[in-house]
């Protein structure tokens, strides 16, 4: 594991992307194929399958450092990470390994068939041969959460770099459901074939946020339709067979089972690139019928007629098994809209309706209508943009409209985890109820590192109550918290759930007692709830 | 019996001699164990620290400040305690202070590490009844890498940055930790420039006597052009101006203890962090405690709750006091 060892050291330690693109392809270009395939795995969220709890490991890395519980508990919450911690307080290794990544990985899996004794037993020896970096990563191994400070859009220009294949095409192949115990590195990446899974996705396609609209000049090269506020998903039907995938590629398809009846009415050899939407009588429903479907495996038949969902279709991706991708945006569009024609008005399908517009004030004004038709905002498209892979600048832009606001007084403050361990950086905010204060949502986004710095030392000095990780404050500070949605959620004491809730500002200028109220958040939920 | 020492709000205070150890407001006689800025503060009507300390103190404090000096374990009488100073190895001329009152001896740690720094006197163990000590890094998940290889560490990443032609900007406290660095570059790889913050210390120190590779000071008028691929030594705050964007497209790096955590060496987003402290680790504080075969232990910065507990969990008769030092915070300049 040495040599992943180093590589993860590499990236993790540069905040420079060329310098980890750098490691990585030099990693890609010399490292054995399964452990490169395993590091292509682990830096695109897949793990090995846990075998074992946390709790588990935090009392076997205890003993065998000699350490009560207890300050194995404080010095994780100084360190903010379950892994690190263990790697830093056993004692010096004994021996030393020239296993590799993937003898590791093939380890953790044979002890994961075997009983409790032998598991602690194998974890304990692989912590006393393996030096503080191959630990932590061995550790990480057995708890997941594998996350490094490289996207998969940069591993994927390392792996362009290494093996002289377009990023797009990469980007195309490392998509879907594989692991390293159903692939192997020849046939997912030196396989000139993406499409020989049939259920592998495309790339989806992501919008920046739009800039300026003067650059967008003239109107008439754009198409415009509304920003729906579903679950992203691609559709697809090859051999019969459908497959439903969310964005960040999990597989959605028993989730909503009435999708199933597209496969009667579409042809085979369709890709459709859609928003998964709460649907009736022609309306999206709120963002909160949707909600009560998501994380259900199976779906009882109340859920089904309480919040039946369709797909809303933006765009067509393949076409008679053809991928289509690199034709124009009108292109596409004509033929969904031939597709969608062909479809009885009782399937679960909906072309998304261009919204007409002469010109950018009119189209302005469509914007600010999108909250009551439960729309984040507009979508602009570039009439003869083609389908790319990624977020992209230039052809497609994002719209939204602006955030909800409300001033709220901060009064529990939290230490984050990795990068923020050890600096408080999770807030509980309340609003005004009467004399009192109320808390209603926690935020932990939105702030400079600069200010969450100065809060830090502010929460020290201003501490009334100690709860575990959780620091009640004297209420003084006043925040601008900004959101996208507001919900009625009687399992809050405030009544109110917020959507994205993050900090706009710190309203250093405003005096707690001019915060808002419970009333101001009641009357936003009857307005936009 | 009387306590030796006793905590006030202006500091350290022994009654039978009528003196502050490192006070943090003004008082007429304060015994200072070493020249840190929330050690060694301003205002105190007469300072007496060791003679190796006093340079950098009068330095810092200014002409006016009064310093009286005294050599390690050579004895003082002040009133009716007995004083001696003895090697803390935090850094050049840092002490312990040893108090002793009608056979009773505390003694104040200052700040202090116990691995030889090939600079600072080594730290020396002091028998006493009662020990005041820090606790910076009192928490089982510090422990330091050992000298040699952090030199390794250290060259190894200069060298590399030479070889690319590259500055290699390495972020360390004025006094101390810089000199400890300095000890440890190797001169062969390429010229070492240093921040004027930095320069000021190394002038102090090695004009008693205390030997300091060549250096060269970084002035607004020269060219740092004509040094490629030197080692630039900052002060942590120089790092984040306008000043550091002379060098270029620099690697950059930042020594210090806290770099043993990987969110915080992530937050400082440089190139390197090197695992180095002038504090005693986990390992270091508790072979230093036992050590002095004192019972009574008073923690007094740091990690200190869960320390004290530690502490009492191994049969001490373990203290919190609060204190106005810092030791060796994360975001200090």
Redesign the interface.
């Known amino acids: 594991m040495k040599d992943f060892a180093a590589l993860f050291a590499r990236i993790?330690?540069?905040?420079?992307t060329s310098?980890k693109v750098a490691a990585l392809a030099a990693y890609f270009r010399t490292a054995p194929d399964d452990d490169k395939l395993w590091t292509i795995a682990l830096f695109s969220g897949r793990r090995p399958k846990r075998m074992i709890t946390a709790t588990k490991l935090r009392v076997w890395a205890a003993e065998a450092?000699g350490?009560?519980d207890?300050?194995f508990e404080?010095?994780y919450g100084?360190?903010?990470?379950l892994a690190?911690?263990i790697a830093?307080?056993l004692p010096?290794p004994k021996g030393t390994s020239d296993q590799s990544l993937t003898d590791w990985i093939t380890h953790i899996k044979t002890l994961s068939t075997q009983d409790e004794p032998a598991r602690r037993a194998g974890i304990l020896a692989a912590w006393e041969v393996l030096p503080t970096q191959e630990r932590f990563l061995f550790t990480k191994l057995l708890t997941g959460g594998f996350r490094v400070?490289v996207s998969q859009k940069l591993m994927t220009r390392a792996l362009a770099q290494a093996t002289g294949q377009d990023e797009a095409t990469l980007t195309h192949k490392l998509m879907g459901n594989w692991t390293p115990a159903t692939t192997t590195w020849t046939d997912l990446i030196d396989a000139d074939d993406p499409t020989a899974d049939l259920s592998r996705p495309y790339p989806f396609y992501l919008a920046y946020g739009l800039d300026s609209l003067d650059e967008l000049d003239p109107a008439t090269d754009w198409n415009a339709e509304r920003k729906w506020d579903g679950i992203r998903g691609q559709f697809i039907l090859r051999g019969g067979e459908h497959h439903l995938w969310s964005r960040g590629e999990d597989l959605m398809t028993d989730r909503f089972p009435e999708l199933a009846q597209l496969r009667d009415f579409l042809p085979d050899g369709t890709v459709i690139d859609g928003e998964v939407l709460a649907f009736r009588d022609e309306k999206p429903l709120s963002f909160n019928a949707l909600q009560s479907r998501i994380g259900r495996k199976t779906v009882p038949k109340k859920l089904l007629i309480e919040a039946p969902v369709i797909l809303m279709a933006y765009d067509l991706l393949e076409h008679r098994g053809q991928d289509i991708r690199k034709q124009t945006f009108t292109s596409r569009r004509k033929e969904l809209e031939k597709l969608i024609k062909a479809v009885p008005i009782t399937t679960p399908i909906r072309l998304s309706a261009s919204v007409p517009f002469t010109d950018w004030n009119a189209l302005a004004a469509e914007r600010d209508r999108s909250r009551e038709l439960h729309a984040e905002g507009l979508m602009l498209k570039r009439l003869d943009s083609p389908y790319l892979a990624g977020r992209k600048r230039g052809d497609w832009w994002k719209w939204k409209v602006d955030p909800l606001t409300i001033d709220a007084v901060m009064i529990y403050a939290q230490a984050g985890?990795?990068?923020?361990?050890?600096?408080f950086t999770d807030y509980t905010f309340a609003v005004w109820n009467g004399n009192e204060l109320t808390p209603f949502t926690k935020a932990y986004s939105g702030l400079t590192?600069a200010e969450f710095?100065e809060i830090t030392?502010w929460v020290r000095k201003n501490t009334l109550q100690k709860f575990g990780p959780v620091r009640q404050v004297t209420p003084h500070h006043v925040f601008e918290i900004a959101f996208e949605g507001i919900n009625a959620s009687p399992r809050h004491k405030s009544g109110v759930a917020l959507r994205f809730p993050r900090m706009l500002r710190w309203r250093k200028d405003k005096p707690m007692a001019e915060a808002n109220t419970l009333a101001d958040l009641k009357e936003m939920l009857a307005t936009y709830g | 019996m009387a306590d030796v020492l006793t905590f006030t709000d202006r500091g350290i205070y022994c009654a039978a001699g009528d003196f502050y150890i490192d006070p943090w407001r003004p008082v007429d006689r304060a015994l200072i164990t070493h020249g840190h800025a929330d050690h060694a503060r301003a205002g105190m009507g007469s300072y007496l620290a060791t003679d190796a300390a006093a340079p950098v103190m009068q330095h810092r404090l200014g002409p006016q400040a009064r310093i009286e000096t005294l050599k390690f374990l050579e004895p003082r009488q002040i009133g009716a305690a007995s004083v001696s100073y003895h090697p803390a190895g935090h850094v050049p001329g840092s002490a312990q202070i040893k108090v002793t009152v009608k056979g009773q001896s505390w003694v104040v740690s200052g700040d202090y590490k116990t691995v030889a720094d090939g600079l600072s006197e080594p730290f020396a163990p002091v028998p006493c009844h009662a020990f005041i000590t820090e606790c910076t890094f009192g928490?089982?998940?510090?422990?330091w890498t050992p000298q040699d290889v952090l030199t390794d560490q250290i060259n190894g990443w200069w060298a590399a940055n030479a070889a690319a032609g590259r500055f290699s900007i390495l972020g360390a406290y004025a006094l101390g930790k810089a000199q400890r660095l300095l000890t440890a570059a190797d001169p062969d790889i390429g010229p070492i420039l240093t921040h004027g913050a930095i320069e000021n210390t190394n002038e102090v120190l090695r004009a008693q006597g205390i030997p300091l590779p060549d250096t060269i000071r970084v002035t607004p008028d020269m060219n740092v052009k004509d040094y490629p691929g030197a080692l630039v030594l900052a002060t942590p705050g120089a790092m984040a101006q306008p000043w550091a964007r002379q060098f270029g497209r620099a690697s950059t790096a930042f020594a210090s203890g806290w770099m043993?955590?990987?969110?915080?060496?992530?937050?400082r987003?440089?190139?390197?962090?090197f695992v180095v402290s002038d504090h005693a680790d986990w390992e270091g504080l508790n072979t230093a405690i036992r050590a002095t075969g004192a019972q009574k232990i008073f923690v007094t910065h740091g990690?200190t709750d869960?320390f004290r507990?530690?502490l009492t969990?191994q049969g001490y008769d373990a203290h919190v006091v609060s204190t106005d030092y810092t030791g060796d915070t994360?975001?200090e300049a």
Not at chain 1, 12 to 16: C, G, L, Q, R
Not at chain 1, 78 to 81: A, F, L, P, R, S
Request: aromatic letters at 6%; hydrophobic letters at 35%; zero cysteines.
């Open positions: 993790d330690e540069s905040t420079k310098v450092a350490l009560p207890w300050l404080e010095s100084i360190v903010g990470d690190e911690t830093l307080i010096k400070g985890h990795g990068r923020r361990a050890n600096l590192d710095r030392a | 928490l089982p998940v510090f422990s043993a955590l990987r969110g915080v060496r992530r937050r987003a440089m190139d390197r962090g990690y869960p507990r530690w969990d994360e975001d």
